[in-house]
């Protein structure tokens, strides 16, 4: 019997949870760009050393300014993908696991375990449907 819906959905979760992958809700960018300029400024006002100093300074304050603005995939899966963009994931999930004769979930993580191609094809799915689903 193939995996349903609801069990696919177990295994994106628990991959991600393997994986700890998270998402940048909102500034990372801006964070990597105000590191840039205080690494730049420092540069050029105090050479190599304003350039450590600059950069230094400058992930601290990204990093304090950003913090909590990241989320859990498992989390974005659970709670905010609506049921048209899950049912999109696991056909997505099912399209990269078609070559796997597996009728439940241990099975799925034992044979993703073993094969790292496969496992990093999964990972890929569920990045590429949460950044593009929710621009995440």
């Not at 019997?1 to 801006?30: F, N």
């Not at 990093?120 to 449907?129: C, H, L, R």
Request: with cysteine; charged share 20%.
């Amino acid at each position: 019997m193939p995996l349903t819906h609801r069990e696919l959905l177990e295994v994106c979760e628990i991959i991600s949870s393997q994986e700890q992958l998270k998402v940048a809700v909102r500034g990372a960018l801006k964070g990597a760009a105000f590191t840039g300029l205080t690494a730049l400024i420092g540069g050029l006002v105090a050479g190599p050393v304003g350039l450590a100093v600059g950069s230094a300074a400058g992930g601290v304050v990204s990093a304090m300014g950003n913090r909590g603005k990241y989320k859990s995939v498992i989390y974005v899966i659970m709670y905010e993908m609506t049921d048209k963009e899950k049912r999109s994931l696991t056909n997505a999930v099912k399209n990269a696991l078609r070559g796997i004769d597996a009728s439940d979930i241990a099975t799925v993580l034992t044979v993703l375990a073993s094969n790292h191609i496969l496992k990093s094809q999964v990972i890929n799915v569920i990045k590429k449907a949460v950044s593009q689903n929710l621009g995440l």
